[in-house]
Nanobody, 124 residues
Framework: QVQLVESGGDSVQAGGSLVLSCAVF???????????MGWYRQAPGKERELVSS???????KDADSVKGRLTISQDNDKNMLYLQMNRLKTEDTAVYYC???????????????WGQGTQVTVSS
């Protein structure tokens, strides 16, 4: 059974930094081609959006709104996924979710597994 457990959410002032962590249990990346993991967020009244993702080959992709400020990384030996958050803005306030893809029908990647979320609040 796959389980993703986030931690590290907190309340910080604008301009501050945080590191979110995601402990990954039961997910075998070798079973899912080049599919990877990522961080989503959902602010009140808004849809969940992809913040940053990383594929198995190390390719990363960031939303335009976070480029240069939020950086995804992973430690495969420790089964951990991280999100380094710098120069935080009030608009970064949201619940952040760790997520993992599966290789659907050996053809495409699909977001399948989700953590419970961790709250990040940025005040001005």
């Amino acid at each position: 059974q796959v389980q993703l457990v986030e931690s590290g959410g907190d309340s910080v002032q604008a301009g501050g930094s945080l590191v979110l962590s995601c402990a990954v249990f039961g997910y075998i990346s070798g079973n899912h081609g080049n599919c990877g993991m990522g961080w989503y967020r959902q602010a009140p009244g808004k849809e969940r959006e992809l913040v940053s993702s990383t594929m198995k080959d190390g390719t990363t992709k960031d939303a335009d709104s976070v480029k240069g400020r939020l950086t995804i990384s992973q430690d495969n030996d420790k089964n951990m996924l991280y999100l380094q958050m710098n120069r935080l803005k009030t608009e970064d306030t949201a619940v952040y979710y760790c997520a993992a893809e599966i290789w659907k029908h050996y053809y495409y990647c699909e977001w399948k597994y989700w953590g419970q979320g961790t709250q990040v609040t940025v005040s001005s």
